[in-house]
């Protein structure tokens, strides 16, 4: 199993991006999909997740209204669209992939069975 995340970045204040996941090695459409992010000397927290389950949705409550979380299962891929980002926003994002199926979308990390190598986002005040 392979996660590919790309999209990161340097970008200012109020700008947007968008990352992407592509997994391969996997039934992807029965997969929890999921973005975490990690700022330096902090701990990897959870960002958001789309389910396997008709898509459903998960947000930080922190982050609920600027990202929005989206899979195409045709492409095997996961994308996150983050706008008006913030200096705070800075970490690295990873994507992760659970495929246990499960009726409550996870938002731990040890929930996650397997994990993309990260791509850094980087905001300028």
């Known amino acids: 199993v392979q996660l590919q995340a790309s999209g990161g970045g340097l970008v200012q204040a109020g700008d947007s991006l968008r990352l992407s996941c592509a997994a391969s090695g996997l039934a992807f459409s029965v997969y929890t999909l999921g973005w975490f992010r990690q700022a330096p000397g902090k701990e990897r927290e959870f960002v958001a997740a789309?389910?396997?389950?008709?898509?459903?949705?998960y947000y930080s409550d922190s982050l609920k209204g600027r990202f929005t979380i989206s899979r195409d299962n045709a492409k095997n891929t996961v994308y996150l669209q983050m706008n008006s980002l913030k200096f705070e926003d800075t970490a690295v994002y990873y994507c992760?992939?659970?495929?246990?199926?499960?009726?409550?979308?996870?938002?731990?990390?040890?929930?996650?069975?397997?994990w993309g190598q990260g791509t850094q986002v980087t905001v300028s005040s």
């Open positions: 789309i389910s396997w389950i008709a898509g459903n949705r």
């Open positions: 992760a992939a659970d495929g246990g199926r499960r009726t409550l979308i996870p938002r731990t990390r040890g929930e996650y069975d397997h």
